[in-house]
């Protein structure tokens, strides 16, 4: 499985930016989707993740009600909807694709996101 993002780019603080990543190859199987960042001088943490149905999905706590994921199938996309942006949200936003929510097997290329003060 390959998995592109788009989307990235520059926003003011509580502006909003909507990420898309589109997963090809081997798609035929139930994916869950996920949505990483890694900061400058810091670990890539999970953002936010959907399963396959969409009826699970997990968030990290510092954008629970900030940002939302969702995806569709028929296009194997993954959104995440980022609003009310704050400068901490800065860093490289990366795709990934794994048999759960909680474990993934295939990493896209890395999108940044610049949210200025």
């Known amino acids: 499985v390959q998995l592109q993002a788009f989307g990235g780019g520059l926003a003011q603080a509580g502006g909003s930016l909507r990420l898309s990543c589109v997963a090809s190859g081997r798609t035929g199987g139930s994916y869950a989707l996920g949505w990483f960042r890694q900061a400058p001088g810091k670990e890539r943490a999970l953002v936010a993740a959907?399963?396959?149905?969409?009826?699970?999905?997990r968030y990290a706590d510092s954008v629970k009600g900030r940002f939302t994921i969702s995806r569709d199938n028929a296009k194997n996309t993954v959104f995440l909807q980022m609003n009310s942006l704050k400068p901490e949200d800065t860093a490289v936003y990366y795709c990934?694709?794994?048999?759960?929510?909680?474990?993934?097997?295939?990493w896209g290329q890395g999108t940044l996101v610049t949210v200025s003060s």
């Open positions: 959907i399963s396959w149905s969409g009826g699970s999905t």
């Open positions: 990934a694709a794994g048999v759960s929510i909680y474990a993934y097997n295939y």
